[in-house]
């Protein structure tokens, strides 16, 4: 009975020092803010046919990657969307020109729609949008 309370201590002593090990190395790095652009916007995901094809940036796209398209942003600027309804966020960067439809805001490759959709089967969702301050 004393073996097995000892096991339990040191399991709960070893989990709190993981604990507070990766919170000190999260406060240490350097903190990412972001500057709302717009909420309520509408994002949808490019079509796989565009895959291997040059984007306006010049780099040709990949619908694995986490990039986006948008008419304002400089290429290479990093967007944080977040979809509306599940809270569920993803890191990208704006690598071409578009939507060309006035309904739409940003379109995200399939991977990072994927990562943020609630509806799997849905090809568009209301996202946050938020520029990454340096």
Known sequence: MKK???YIILFISTFAFAQKKSASKESKGKSEKYILYKTHAH???YNDK???KRTASGRRFNNNKLTAA?????????????????NKSVIV??????????KREIDLTKRA???????????????KIEL???
């Open 43 to 45: 994002a949808s995901y």
């Open 93 to 102: 960067e704006v690598t071409d020109r578009g939507p060309f439809s006035k």
């Open 70 to 86: 948008h008419k304002k942003f400089a290429f290479g600027t990093k967007l944080k969307i977040t979809n509306e309804r599940n």
């Open 4 to 6: 097995i309370a000892l």
């Open 113 to 127: 729609f994927m990562k943020i959709a609630s509806n799997k089967r849905s090809g568009s969702m209301n996202v």
């Open 50 to 52: 565009f895959n291997g």
């Open 132 to 134: 990454l301050k340096n």
